[in-house]
């Protein structure tokens, strides 16, 4: 078992539309939470980052964190083009992180 | 100027070559890794480094080896390429717990 299980898509919405992303994990003992995004032929990108269970808020940007079920989430309200890319979950402790295998998004106009 | 530099950015290469990817790095951080980037398995980890005197092998590391000739610069080596090698490599650097700052990719082809 793969120790971050990432939603594989390709998820292709409307621009306006709610993005929904999803990733579990395994290990209980993980502590840092992200969401990295990757334009293609670029490396990824850090896009949200936490610590706790709950909710963060960055513009547009919702990470949820819910540590007693294993499950993240990243939101992206009114969904724009430039939003296209591929999303990564990364989930880790002090020396290390995860990622999940990535989601491609696009956002039609 | 970015941040984390990598070259190649492309190469080329055949079965049984040895082939290094470099990595240099201007953001004074002490922790540098390499991930290897395939579709459908994301990113996983080869190598990483806390300092220069300090080497450790990822999930991943069998066929390649590193060398972290200084703070700022951390080469991947494959001492003999083969196919299955063929893929998108990443450097990245970080300070402690903090996030990743990937460089532009370096896309290996091994034929």
């Known amino acids: 078992q793969k120790e971050v299980e990432q939603d594989p898509g390709p998820l292709s919405v409307p621009e306006g539309a709610i993005v929904s992303l999803n990733c579990t994990y395994s290990?209980?003992?993980?502590?840092?939470f992200m969401w990295y995004r990757q334009y293609s032929r670029k490396g990824p990108e850090l896009l949200m980052y936490t610590y706790s269970s709950g909710n963060k808020e960055d513009g547009r940007f919702t990470a949820q964190v819910d540590k007693s079920s294993k499950y993240i989430s990243l939101f992206i309200r009114d969904s724009q083009p430039s939003d296209s890319a591929t999303y990564l979950c990364a989930i880790g402790g002090d020396y290390k992180l995860s990622f999940g295998a990535g989601t491609t998004v696009t956002v039609r106009a | 100027d970015a941040d984390v530099t990598q070259t190649p950015r492309n190469r080329i290469t055949k079965t049984g070559k040895r082939i290094m990817l470099e990595c240099s790095q201007t953001k004074g951080h002490d922790r540098m890794y390499w991930y290897r980037q395939d579709p459908g398995l994301g990113l996983r980890l080869i190598y990483y480094s806390f300092d220069v005197k300090d080497i450790n092998k990822g999930e991943i590391s069998d066929g390649y080896s590193v060398s972290r000739q200084a703070q700022a610069k951390f080469s991947l080596s494959l001492e003999s390429a083969i196919p299955n090698q063929t893929a998108l490599y990443f450097c990245?650097?970080?300070?402690?717990?903090?996030?990743?700052?990937f460089g532009e990719g370096s896309r290996l082809t091994v034929l």
């Open positions: 990245a650097t970080s300070v402690a717990t903090g996030e990743l700052f």
């Open positions: 290990n209980s003992a993980f502590q840092y």
